[in-house]
Structures are given as structure tokens and as C-alpha cells.
């Protein structure tokens, strides 16, 4: 059984890989595949349920193969399967299948028939892979395959303005959630002194031996658990991120952001639930934010005037009350919940275009001139303000942009001194006085030595700043980010001793990366004079391969499980001890910063309306 | 033309703008017009060309598309030479023959529009719609929704600066975040030009300057534009002017900049350097564009001379007294072209007619427990009359998915956990066996077939929304006077004439009224049938008719019917009859409207390239109407998509003919209109209403980005009013790609059976009518009725015009069917 059970979990995966070798023109081969594929995937795990359901419903743990060991730790992808694995993957695969049979005939004609298909593969190949999950390292590869194909369906037009930037926004957002999840799996790490598996933590009794003498790091670990959670299930307060994800084709928003994607914050917290239930404060915070988001999230749906807006508000009002019945300790509620409103808000966005003869016709025979409800019996004054603070959805844009993006781009601007001209000037001295440092370390006093990981990941961070606000330069964004993981590496050989094959395990992924960026961009910059970050130039247009070898190479470099550096990440985390919380927090904001930095990089360089205009360009409001 | 506003007037500035922003209207009203209306008054080649240097709009295909178009022979080099001899004269062809083929030109669609507000990114820094728009957008959808929010806007019923300044008074939440912005809206004085005084400073920029942020959203904008011209097109009403959204995005831009900068900044016309040629500035016609416009002429030429080939080459028939089964009108849609010629084929004793959908009845229509009327005409006509439904137990089915309940909170948590998993049941069963539901639009449910109509005024009706309930007969007899006159249809009257409305259905479609017929409002003509068939049936209107000249046999009558494009299927109205020879015929008749539909949905489904043409004909056509019940067909039918011809004439002209469904065909007898008097209104109807269908899909199809509403995939619905892409951006007026992208997007060519002379004369009737032909927005052929000589209107005269093509003879047309997916050229029919 548990061999099949791995065929399962990667037939979607090399599905995927399959139809990137498939040819664009042939609709019929392409979406027959992708339907063949999902179809019986489908059917195989209805059967497999009826089978797991008559042996007892037990639950199944799978160690597979090791992608790392060492001593101190051992990296390994593992599945694990149980009643909320059977409901999600169920409904996830039900949705899957039904959305494919609709966009086959639905997608006819799009530019981008293929790049649909297989971008909706490689995201069911990672949901499968996060639900099956067994622990937080496997259920990471699969969150950041969701990130990542998120990304390219809401800029599936990736001509326009909109789409490129709500896509960005989007993967902003995810991102946030990826150090949630970073920090979890390091201090998880600590807490248990292994690389845990869900199985174990399910057991109470260990959660319960663990959690003494290390409360607080248990409450760490499950806060940060929550913040993953809330980015993905566009909770308070990452809300707004949802209504503007749909702007792909609508079967897209269906199952992204109507059903699959948009609840697997939800997963994650189920899957932890026997972890941090047992704590109060995490409870009490899981129960606070899911209830408040519940009701904002309703107020602001309620104003929505858009169909698809209104359907997105709705279910993050109702994911937020997931959480408060999670918080509460029902977790088959809970499960239940997330299955209809799945498949609800799948249907009503679905047939979101319906709306308009619908209810223009209801509107011609029901016509009442003058609306009641609840609020017109508020004070004027309240019922206004509340109104303007529901449109402007509880200034939640703000928020974020003033705790977060603000004070990112105000660093950058700190350290614009640092110019393309004299960067290096600082940069390579420093770098060089910490290798000798490093290799002369007996000379240093003790103290020097404890503080030098922070100093030198601090600088490592500062490099990734300045990057994220360079406009003009690419080659220095670049350089920037590729140098930020020598820093790194530096700065966690000043703990502890890194062996070379570790070394060399991280730098492979992204030494590669790196290298094919700087081939894209010199190609570019030869063709195209005055390419820069300033605008979007949507090269795409002309130089589509190029535009494909440069995201791979920024997933390389931004440590996507496309390459070693992924594990490698993970490694030096390890190497971080349990007091380091900011050597850990600088590392996590690195990784999520240059990833995001990468990521806009190619978005500005390939994406949008193109900058020549030999054809029809669409309104930048479009 | 020189335009010199160096004094600023804000109502001229209004004016001007409303005039070349989009005029669609809502969703539920849905016409087609010119989309470049505005540049009408221009030669349509210059006004192309303007419309491009000024708003970046490709407005033609470009270069390297004709140039394929050329290569796989779809424009002819004959054509292409006779274009060029007679634009540039005889010694020019291969200087010209070369730049057209090998001239090396860049193509650029880059306009003026926004050069001026462009600075505020490049001296600023600062990006306006970025922070306004989404915001902006919101709140206007939010004032003009009309029932998707389930918290309705809390103000009602004053102006929109009204509104805001009642907000902003009673609100802890201001629109502002700086006090100056706060201040100028409240002070009621406050005008448009005191803030472009602030924000701009040079009032020789202020037009360019709003031209520049009004068209960075023209679809929010147009619509502002037209609801604030016809508030009748919104049924829940709102007040709203283009004014008010200017000064309203003009304060919210002061708000931002005082933010970023504080009070003192200086207006953006003092600190560029160099002001940005006027907008409206003398548009040059470059040899890049020359080049363009011969290709365009080619192109549409080439058509042309297959069609008026095939014309000159129609055997004319004998005047002999052939037996007519039965008579049939339809409307003049290109989509009925296919269904006539089947009608005829199968049944050779079979006479049709084309007429504007409407039948020449105008009124509004209100359906049984409707709280609106609707207009059922052509839009430019207010009708008086009003007709009612009336039947018991008129019931609409729901769906709740659409309800307001499942969005809200504790009701949307109790069906979460109980109905959410009927959508999934029902979700399969969509995808799996597609079927009607309550969110179909159905053409058969535009009224009820069982129910009474109240179409005869008996003198003791009360007016209602101050509208005569019915026609009185001498009304009626007019306006059946008027019809028959018009296509010619003056005697020999068959036992049953039917009059056959259309009407369209779809589902997941926002552009369904587009869809329906277009001579009555974007309706199904269902009713219009009906009542005229009532009209004419009536034994004191036949009196009447026969006093002017028309006699109506006691024997004939007249029977209504609706077709639906979409699902190839008819529905007849009132056709239980006393007399059993009458139903004997009708049953007989009947078959032969079956048996031409299921052939008029092969027809159609040849374009389709997801139904494969080797299915029997049964499963073809039931694949066919499965479109129309589809939740994930974005194409139940392709609509007007390749529209080219209007032809006005009898219908011999053409009988023989195969038109690839390309024509709007009119009927018209000029040997009973001597003087051009049907013909002129025949004309002053068709050439805004087939040329308008005609240019917005040319426009949409080159420019489907700009011009049209772009791929309808990601389409969001915006208060029931409009489609945008995702939440933040402009409604997309324009039709979408999936509507015109097999159209071949050439200009209508009208044809129309007098004489040349006459023809002038009736077009020069009036100026408006006229503009369309002088000024070449479509092309225009009279027929010789008497030799069949073609005359070609050329620079305002006629000029006679030889043809070339010479069309092929073909007995079985149907095998065409199997392996053709693009346009078929003129066949002869055997």
C-alpha cells in the first residue's frame, strides 16, 4: 500500500514535467493529458479511501528517501496520511479534475493554452506534495510550488499592468508567510532535537514531555505557524492580497483563490493542531485573529460591488471563523467547513459572469427603490464611517505598507550611497577582512567571535536591502543578492563548522543560478539598450525562452526546491543554535527579501505592457 | 483643423471629452455603434490615422499582417494594383507595389495622450493612478452599483459631489489625508478650473492635462459620460456627471501630493521644460500610413469584387408565376442569411423576406409582474406605446448562489456546511451534461408563449408610465402599411406568412444583450413579432389596407415565431387554428424550418473547431445547443463575427448566392418605390445600425486591447454595469476577443438595388445619412435594376465598376462544411 501511496503523490509531479515536453499548438493532446491525468488520479484516490476506510482509517507514515544527512541533520522527505490528508486530498483532487474539464473547452484560443495547463500540473503536484506531507520540510516544497505557480497564473496576462502587479503582491505576501515557516522549522528543529515528523507530533504525550522547560519556544513555534497560516489564508491582516489574485482566468481564481490554495492555512494549522493546542496563547491568538478577520472580512464583503470581490471577502470571512472553530478544538467542524466552502465559492466563481442577466432580471421583477438593512439604522455618522472604512477594506493596504514594505524600501534608501560604482568597494574589503578573520580565528577575543555570525548576516541582510531598492542597475541588484549568500555563509561559519560538502551543497544551486542570470541579462542588455527596474518592459513579448531560463534562475538564486540550495538553506539553519534568534530571524529575512527582490526583478524586466510598442499595448488601468 | 482653446472653458473641455469617450452603455443595454463615433465627421482614413497619433490606438491591422494576408492570397494582386492606379494614379503602381510588399516601415501606436501627465512620474516621482485609481474605481462602482453589494450605498438619490461632501461632513473617516484637499471640497464654489490652477498652473495645459487623466480610465469614464446623458439606462437610477468625477480625482490627486510634498509644490506646467505638442495638433499622414490604407482598400476590395461578381454573374429569372407555399420574414441579421437560404432550398416554394427585427412596431414592453418596461426598437427611436404580458402564475426559478445570503456571515456559515456540497453535485452535473438552469438567459423566456398581449388601444386604457397602452387600429394599420411597402411584399399573399424574431442564449456571458436582436434594443424580437402578426391579422386593419391599396386575402394570415441563433431552435405563437387545412399546413411548414435549422447549425458549426464535423447531424446539433446551456463555453455563437455586406434589393439578387453568413439582408422592391422613399429609411436605419455593428467589430478586432474588452476569461463583473479585468481596473468597453477574433475586420460594404441616381439622391437626404458614405465609413454599390450594372460610389458620384471574380459552381455545399474552418469565398449555387 504504501508503495502506491507514493506513486500518488508524485504522478502529478512528473505529469508535470511531462507536459512541459508536450506541443503548444495541439490543445486536444495537451488538456486530454492533463485531464487523463488528473482524471485518474481522482479515481485512484476514491479508491484508495475505500480501502483505507475498510482496513480501520489508520494512519500512515512514510519515511522516503534522505536528501541530506549529517550528524546534527538529517533532511528527509516524508509522507504521512490521515483523515485530513483523505478530506483534502479528496476535495483537492475532485476540484482539480472538475476545473481542468472546464477550462478544456473554456481556455480555446488563449494565448497561453499550454502554459495554463501546466502551470494548473505543477500546482496540483504541490499541493499533493503539502498535504501528504509527513513534515514541515516535505510540506515546505509544496508551499513554495503553490508560492511560485500562484504567482504565474494571477500573471497569467502577463502583457498587462494589473495582473503583473497584484502577481507580485501576491507572492509579497506569500513570501511573509515563508519566514513563518523558515523560523518554525528552525526552532522545531531545537525543540525537538530531530527533524520532526507530524506522526510525532501527534503524539500528546511527547508534545506534552517536549513543551516543558521549553514553553516559550513552543509558543515561538506556533505563533510563527500562525503566520504562515494567516498569509495564506489571507487573514487579518494579509486580506487584500485575495480579491486581487483574481486575475487570471476565472477557472484559475476558482480553484487558487476560491477553494485549494487560499485554504491551506487552514491545513497547516490542522496539521499542527495536537502541537499547539496544548498551548493557551497560541490558541487564544488563533481563535482572536480568526474571529476578528470573520467580522471584517464580513463588513468589508458586504460593500464589495464587484462579484468576484464579494465572493472573495466571503470566504475569508468564513476561513476566518475555520479558525475560531479550530481554536476551539473542533476539528472536524473544521474539516467539514473547509469542504463546502471550497466547493461553494468554486461554483459562485464559476459562474460569476452569470451574475449579470441573474440579477439585472431579478432586479427588473423585485425592484424595491430603497434598501433596508442593518446599518441604515446606525447613526449617519457611524454608518458612513463605517461604510468609507469597509471600501477602503479597514486600510489593511496601509498597514502592511507602513510596518512593513516602508520601512524595507527606507533601508535601501539608507544605504543608497552605495552606488554601483563604489559598492564593491565596501563590500569586498569587508568580505575579505571576515575570511581572514575566519581562517585566523584564534587571534580574535571569544567575545568578538560570538558576535561576529550576527554582524556579518546583519551586513549579508543589509546588502539584500539595497538591493531590493536598486532601480537602475541590474547586474548590481544581482550581485547583490548572489553575494548576500557568501555573507551567509560566512557569517554561519563563524558558529559553527561547516564541512565542505555542506559548503559545497549550498553554493552549487546557487553558483548555477547565479551564472545563467548574468548569461539573460548580458543577452538582454546587448539586444535591448537601457533595460533597468524602474518600469516594466515585458520582454516576455520578444524573448519568451530567455524569460523562462531567467525565472529559473531566480528561483535558483532565491532557494526554490529546484535546486540544492533549497536543502542547503535548511543546513544552515542547523547550524544555528537555540539562542540566535536573531542570527535565525536576519537568515529568514534574507532568504525572503531576495526572493522577493528576484522575483520583481524578472517581473520588471519580462513582464507588463512592452515597452515597444510595434503592436497593441492594452491601458495601463486594465 | 487647428485647435486653439487658449482660453480655458471648462464646459467646452466637457464637451470635447464626452464626445470622444466611450459611449457603451451598461451591460443590460448592450448596442453596437461606431466605436471611433467622435471622428466621424473625418474621411474614415484620416480619422484612423488621427485616432492613432492621438489616443495610440491601432486602428488597422498592421503591417506585417497584411503582408501575410497577401502571401496566403486572401488579398489579391490584381485588386491590390487597381487600388493602387486609382489612389496614386497610373505611373506609381510599382514604386507603390514595392513599399507596400518590401518597404521597410516601423509600425508605432504610440499616442500623445498622456505626455503631459506622464511628468508627474518623471519630475515627481510620484505615481497618481497607482494611489487614486483602485480607490477611485471602488467607490464610484460602489455609488453606481446596482444590486450586487448586499450593504447598499448608504446616500441616495442626490448628486455624486453632493454625496461626498454629505460623507465627508458626517464621517470619523475622512476621504482625505490632508486638509487642504478637505477644505477645497467643501467650499462649494470651488471649480474645476481653480484646481487645475493648483495642480497645473498653465491654462494652455488644462485640456490636455484632463484629456490625459480622464482617458487614463475611459471606460469609467465613458460610462460616467453616458449615464449621466440617458439615466434611463440604469434602472435603479443615479446621479452623476463627468463634472463631479473630475473634480472628485482632481482633489484626491491635490490630497496626494500634499502628502508626499506638503503644501508647496509647483503646479506641473510650471516645471516641465518643454510643453507636449497639442493634442488635437494637425495629424500628418505619413507614406508608413499611405501604405497601411492601400492595404486596408486591397484587402476589403478583394472581398468586395468576389461578391459584386458573383451578383453580375445570378441568372435573372423569369417573371413566371410561381406557386408560394408559404411566405416568411426575418430580420435583416447576418445570422439569418444561412437560415433563408435552407428555408428556400428545402422547400423551393418558400418566399423570405428581411426587415429590421423590430417589424416596424416601436414600443416598450413590460412582461407580467415586471416593475420596468423595456424598449424593443432600434435605441435612437422613443417609442409611446406600451405593450404588457399578461398571464397567471409567472414564475422565475432561483438559484441561490447568487443570493446575498451565502455572502454573509452566519447564513453564509450554516450553508458552507449544508448546501456548499450541493454545489459540488451540482458543479458535476454542469461540467458532465450541461443544462438549463435559472442562470441561463433564454431567448423563449423573454415572454411567455401561452400568455396575452396587450397590443390593440380600445380608447379606455389608463396611460401608463406615461405611455399609451396598445395601438389603435389606425396605428396599426400604418404601421403594417409602412412594413410591407418596405420589402415589397404588396401582393400575392401565401396562406401563412410567418414572422420570424430572433433572439439569442447563452450562459456565463456579460455581453448576452449583444448577443439578441440589435433593431430591438439588444431584446429577443419575440414580441414584436407577435404583435405585428396581431396587427395584421386584424380584420379592420386589413379594411384599412385595402382602401390604401394592399389586399390581404381572408385566407392569409400572418403568424409569429422566434428564432434562437444560439440554439438553432424556433418557437411559434398562436398557432392552434379552427380551420385543419391551416394546421395541416402549418405542421408541413413547420418540418421545413426544422430540417433548414439543423442544417443552419452544421452550417454554423464549421467555426467552431471543438465539434468535430465528421459527428452525425443529430449529435452536431444537439453539440450545438449544448453552447448555449455551457458554463465554460465562452463561444455559444459567434454573433455578428464576419460581417461584411448589407444588401438592399430583391431578393433574386442573391438567391443564388453563397454568402458565407456575412450579409444583413434587407428586402426591397424598387420597381414599387420609384421615388426612393422606402429605400431612404430603409438606408437612414441600416447605415448607422449595420455599419455601427460593422465598425465596432473592425475596432475591437484590430485593437482588442484598447479599442475592444480583451480576452473575457479573466472578466469580473463590476455593479452590474460593466466587465473590468481583476477588482482594480476600468471597465472594458468594446466587445471581447472570443467575439470577433475570426472576424475579418474590413468596412461594410452596402448594396442596394435602384438606380445610381436615385440612390444619390435618396442619400443626400440628410447630412447625418450622407457623413456615412462621403466620408467612407462604408462602402456603397447600386445595382442597375434594370441591366444589373454595377455602379461603385466613389468621392460622391457613381462610377461604373467591372469586376473580376468569376465564382465557381457548386452543386453540394455542404462538403465545404467538413474541412473548411476559415471565411469560403462566393460560390455559385447549382
Given amino acids: 500500500m504504501d508503495k502506491f501511496l507514493e506513486i500518488f503523490i508524485l504522478w502529478p509531479m512528473a505529469a508535470f514535467f511531462i507536459s512541459l515536453f508536450l506541443p503548444k499548438s495541439n490543445e486536444k493532446l495537451i488538456s486530454g493529458f492533463s485531464f487523463g491525468v488528473v482524471g485518474l488520479h481522482f479515481i485512484s484516490i476514491i479508491g484508495f479511501l475505500a480501502y483505507w476506510i475498510s482496513v480501520g482509517r489508520g494512519n500512515i507514515n512514510i519515511q522516503e528517501f534522505s536528501l541530506y544527512k549529517s550528524e546534527n541533520l538529517h533532511y528527509f522527505i516524508d509522507f504521512y496520511f490521515d483523515h485530513v490528508t483523505a478530506v483534502y486530498s479528496l476535495v483537492g483532487s475532485m476540484l482539480t479534475f472538475l476545473v481542468i474539464t472546464y477550462s478544456r473547452i473554456y ?55 494589473l495582473p503583473v502587479k497584484n502577481a507580485l503582491k501576491v507572492f509579497s505576501i506569500y513570501r511573509i508567510g515563508d519566514v513563518g515557516i523558515l523560523l518554525a522549522m528552525w526552532a522545531s528543529h531545537h525543540f525537538w532535537h530531530e527533524n520532526v515528523t507530524f506522526e510525532k507530533m501527534h503524539d500528546i504525550n511527547q508534545v506534552q514531555s517536549h513543551l516543558q522547560g521549553h514553553a516559550l519556544f513552543g509558543v515561538f513555534i506556533s505563533i510563527m505557524l500562525l503566520l504562515a497560516a494567516c498569509a495564506k489564508s489571507a487573514q487579518f491582516p494579509f486580506s487584500s492580497w485575495l480579491p486581487r489574485a483574481m486575475e487570471g482566468p476565472t477557472p484559475s481564481s476558482a480553484i487558487f483563490y476560491g477553494s485549494l490554495s487560499v485554504h491551506l492555512g487552514v491545513f497547516l494549522l490542522l496539521r499542527t493542531m495536537s502541537f499547539w493546542e496544548q498551548q493557551l496563547l497560541p490558541s487564544i491568538l488563533i481563535g482572536t485573529v480568526g474571529l476578528f478577520t470573520a467580522i471584517i472580512g464580513a463588513s468589508i464583503g458586504r460593500v464589495q460591488s464587484s462579484v468576484k ?113 563604489n559598492v564593491f568597494y565596501f563590500v569586498i574589503p569587508t568580505y575579505v577582512i571576515g575570511l581572514l578573520v575566519k581562517i585566523t580565528s584564534y587571534s580574535i577575543p571569544p567575545f568578538m567571535l560570538d558576535l561576529l555570525p550576527e554582524i556579518y548576516a546583519f551586513l549579508g541582510l543589509l546588502l539584500v536591502f539595497r538591493a531590493y531598492s536598486e532601480r537602475r542597475n541590474v547586474f548590481v541588484g544581482w550581485t547583490l543578492i548572489l553575494m548576500n549568500h557568501f555573507w551567509v555563509v560566512l557569517a554561519i561559519s563563524f558558529n559553527d563548522t561547516l564541512s565542505l560538502y555542506e559548503t559545497i551543497y549550498y553554493f552549487t544551486g546557487v553558483i548555477v543560478a547565479g551564472l545563467l542570470g548574468y548569461t539573460v541579462l548580458y543577452a538582454l542588455q546587448k539586444k535591448e539598450a537601457g533595460i533597468d527596474l524602474n518600469r516594466f518592459q515585458g520582454h516576455v513579448y520578444e524573448y519568451p525562452r530567455w524569460s523562462a531560463a531567467f525565472l529559473t534562475a531566480c528561483l535558483g538564486l532565491a532557494g526554490f526546491p529546484i535546486s540544492t540550495t533549497f536543502v542547503g538553506e535548511d543546513i544552515l539553519f542547523s547550524h544555528i543554535s537555540y539562542d540566535q534568534v536573531f542570527l535565525a530571524f536576519y537568515l529568514s529575512l534574507g532568504f525572503v527579501i531576495s526572493g522577493i527582490t528576484l522575483i520583481r526583478m524578472f517581473a520588471r524586466l519580462f513582464l507588463g505592457p512592452h515597452v515597444k510598442r510595434y503592436h497593441a499595448i492594452a491601458q495601463r488601468s486594465s | 483643423m487647428k485647435h486653439t ?41 484620416q480619422a484612423i490615422t488621427e485616432a492613432s497619433n492621438i489616443f495610440g490606438y491601432k486602428t488597422s491591422l498592421s503591417l506585417s499582417e497584411y503582408r501575410m494576408l497577401f502571401l496566403s492570397g486572401k488579398i489579391q494582386v490584381g485588386v491590390l494594383e487597381k487600388v493602387i492606379q486609382s489612389r496614386k494614379g497610373k505611373g506609381q503602381q510599382e514604386e507603390w507595389k514595392q513599399k507596400m510588399l518590401q518597404g521597410e516601415y516601423s509600425d508605432n501606436f504610440a499616442g500623445r495622450r498622456s505626455h503631459l501627465r506622464n511628468h508627474w512620474k518623471d519630475l515627481y516621482n510620484i505615481d497618481l493612478d497607482l494611489a487614486i485609481q483602485p480607490f477611485l474605481f471602488r467607490f464610484l462602482c460602489s455609488y453606481l452599483d446596482q444590486g450586487i453589494a448586499i450593504w447598499r450605498f448608504p446616500v441616495w438619490n442626490k448628486g455624486f459631489l453632493t454625496t461626498i461632501r454629505e460623507m465627508e461632513r458626517n464621517t470619523f473617516n475622512s476621504f482625505f489625508k490632508t486638509p487642504r484637499a478637505r477644505k477645497l471640497l467643501m467650499d462649494r464654489k470651488c471649480e474645476i478650473i481653480d484646481l ?136 435583416i441579421d447576418d445570422r439569418e442569411c444561412s437560415f433563408r437560404r435552407y428555408v428556400e432550398d428545402i422547400d423551393p416554394g418558400a418566399e423570405t423576406f428581411g426587415t429590421p427585427g423590430f417589424f416596424g412596431v416601436e414600443f416598450y414592453y413590460k412582461p407580467m409582474n415586471g416593475k420596468f418596461s423595456m424598449k424593443v426598437c432600434p435605441a435612437p427611436v422613443t417609442p409611446k406605446y406600451l405593450i404588457k404580458e399578461e398571464i397567471e402564475n409567472k414564475t422565475t426559478k432561483k438559484d441561490f448562489h447568487f443570493a446575498d445570503y451565502t455572502h454573509s456571515l452566519f447564513f453564509g456559515w450554516l450553508i458552507t456546511h449544508s448546501i456548499g456540497f450541493w454545489s459540488a453535485i451540482r458543479l458535476f452535473i454542469n461540467i458532465f451534461t450541461p443544462r438549463l438552469s435559472p442562470a441561463t438567459t ?35 394599420a400604418d404601421r403594417v402599411e409602412a412594413l410591407l411597402k418596405s420589402i415589397g411584399l404588396v401582393g400575392d399573399f401565401a396562406p401563412i406568412v410567418y414572422v420570424v424574431g430572433h433572439g439569442a442564449s447563452s450562459v456565463n456571458n456579460t455581453h448576452y444583450a449583444g448577443y439578441d436582436c440589435g433593431a430591438c434594443s439588444g431584446r429577443p424580437g419575440s414580441v414584436n413579432a407577435r404583435v405585428l402578426c396581431y396587427m395584421a391579422n386584424h380584420l379592420e386593419v386589413r379594411q384599412i389596407l385595402k382602401s390604401r391599396g394592399i389586399t390581404i386575402p381572408a385566407t392569409t394570415i400572418f403568424l409569429g415565431a422566434l428564432h434562437d441563433t444560439t440554439r438553432d431552435e424556433i418557437e411559434f405563437y398562436d398557432d392552434q ?8 399546413l402549418h405542421l408541413k411548414n413547420k418540418e421545413v424550418f426544422q430540417k433548414a435549422l439543423l442544417r443552419n447549425a ?65 428586402s426591397y422592391d424598387c420597381t414599387i418605390d420609384p421615388e426612393g422613399n422606402s429605400l431612404f429609411h430603409i438606408l437612414k436605419a441600416a447605415a448607422p445600425v ?128 467538413e474541412t473548411e474552418v476559415d471565411n469560403l469565398p462566393v460560390f455559385l449555387i447549382k
Fill in chain 2, 690 to 817: 449595420c455599419g455601427g455593428i460593422n465598425l465596432e467589430y473592425y475596432f475591437s478586432r484590430v485593437d482588442n486591447l484598447k479599442l475592444g474588452a480583451g480576452t473575457k476569461l479573466p472578466h469580473n463583473v463590476m455593479g452590474l454595469i460593466g466587465v473590468a479585468n481583476g477588482i482594480d481596473g476600468d471597465l472594458r468597453p468594446g466587445l471581447p476577443n472570443q467575439m470577433v477574433e475570426v472576424h475579418d475586420p474590413v468596412r461594410l460594404l452596402i448594396i442596394a438595388e435602384h438606380y445610381p441616381e436615385v440612390v444619390l439622391k435618396t442619400i443626400q437626404r440628410t447630412p447625418e445619412l450622407y457623413e456615412w458614405f462621403i466620408n467612407e465609413w462604408v462602402h456603397l454599390v447600386a445595382i442597375h435594376p434594370d441591366n444589373r450594372t454595377i455602379w461603385r460610389f466613389e468621392e460622391g458620384s457613381f462610377t461604373e465598376y467591372m469586376p473580376d471574380y468569376q465564382p465557381d459552381v457548386v452543386g453540394n455545399i455542404e462538403k465545404h462544411f
Fill in chain 1, 309 to 421: 470581490s464579494q465572493i472573495a471577502y466571503a470566504s475569508v470571512a468564513q476561513i476566518g471563523l475555520i479558525f475560531f472553530e479550530l481554536a476551539l478544538g473542533f476539528e472536524t467542524l473544521a474539516l467539514v467547513h473547509f469542504a463546502g466552502n471550497a466547493f461553494l465559492r468554486t461554483y459562485q466563481l464559476l459562474v460569476s459572469p452569470s451574475a449579470v442577466s441573474y440579477l439585472i432580471r431579478e432586479q427588473f421583477y423585485h425592484f424595491e427603490s430603497k434598501h433596508q438593512n442593518i446599518e441604515t439604522h446606525f447613526s449617519k455618522k457611524l454608518e458612513y464611517s463605517l461604510f468609507l472604512l469597509s471600501i477602503k477594506e479597514w486600510n489593511m493596504d496601509e498597514l502592511l505598507d507602513k510596518f512593513i514594505w516602508k520601512p524595507l524600501k527606507h533601508m535601501g534608501t539608507l544605504l543608497s550611497f552605495l552606488n554601483s560604482r
Fill in chain 2, 442 to 476: 433564454l431567448s423563449f423566456r423573454h415572454m411567455d408563449r401561452f400568455s396575452r398581449l396587450s397590443v390593440e388601444h380600445f380608447g379606455h386604457e389608463q396611460p401608463e408610465d406615461g405611455l399609451q397602452v396598445g395601438f389603435t387600429v389606425t396605428e396599426m
Fill in chain 2, 602 to 666: 452544421r452550417e454554423r458549426a464549421r467555426r467552431f473547431v471543438t465539434i468535430s464535423p465528421k459527428l452525425s447531424l443529430r449529435r452536431l446539433y444537439k453539440k450545438v445547443k449544448d453552447r448555449s446551456v455551457s458554463l465554460f463555453e465562452p463561444r455559444p455563437e459567434l454573433n455578428h463575427a464576419t460581417n461584411a455586406l448589407c444588401i438592399i434589393g430583391r431578393r433574386d439578387m442573391t438567391k443564388d448566392l453563397f454568402l458565407d453568413r456575412r450579409a444583413f439582408m434587407n
Fill in chain 2, 196 to 331: 487645475l490652477q493648483i495642480l497645473v498652473g498653465d491654462e494652455t495645459l488644462f485640456e490636455h492635462y484632463l484629456f490625459d487623466q480622464q482617458f487614463a480610465h475611459p471606460g469609467w469614464s465613458g460610462m460616467v459620460s453616458v449615464i449621466e446623458d440617458t439615466p434611463q439606462s440604469l434602472l435603479d437610477a443615479r446621479r452623476i456627471s463627468l463634472h463631479d468625477l473630475i473634480i472628485f480625482e482632481l482633489l484626491l490627486e491635490i490630497d496626494q501630493l500634499d502628502r508626499k510634498f506638503g503644501e508647496n509644490w509647483l503646479p506641473l506646467g510650471l516645471r516641465i521644460e518643454k510643453k507636449p505638442e497639442h493634442l488635437f495638433a494637425n495629424v500628418e499622414v505619413t507614406e508608413y500610413r499611405e501604405v497601411l490604407h492601400l492595404w486596408q482598400e486591397a484587402f476589403e476590395w478583394t472581398y468586395y469584387d468576389q461578391v459584386l461578381g458573383g451578383i453580375s454573374k445570378v441568372t435573372v429569372r423569369n417573371e413566371e408565376v410561381r406557386k408560394v407555399d408559404f411566405q416568411a420574414l426575418f430580420c
Fill in chain 2, 5 to 45: 482653446i487658449d482660453i480655458f472653458r471648462v464646459d467646452n473641455v466637457i464637451h470635447h471629452l464626452k464626445h470622444y469617450l466611450p459611449s457603451q452603455a451598461p451591460l443590460k443595454d448592450f448596442i453596437h455603434h461606431n466605436t471611433l463615433h467622435a471622428f466621424q465627421d473625418r474621411k474614415f482614413f
Fill in chain 2, 577 to 584: 387554428f379552427t380551420d385543419a387545412g391551416k394546421n395541416q
Fill in chain 1, 107 to 161: 481556455l480555446h484560443r488563449e494565448d497561453g493554452f499550454k502554459r495554463f495547463f501546466y502551470t494548473i500540473l505543477f500546482f496540483y503536484a504541490g499541493y499533493n506534495l503539502a498535504v501528504y506531507a509527513g513534515n514541515l520540510e516535505t510540506l515546505f516544497i509544496g508551499w513554495e510550488i503553490l508560492g511560485i505557480t500562484s504567482f504565474l497564473l494571477v500573471a497569467f496576462y502577463r502583457e498587462r499592468y
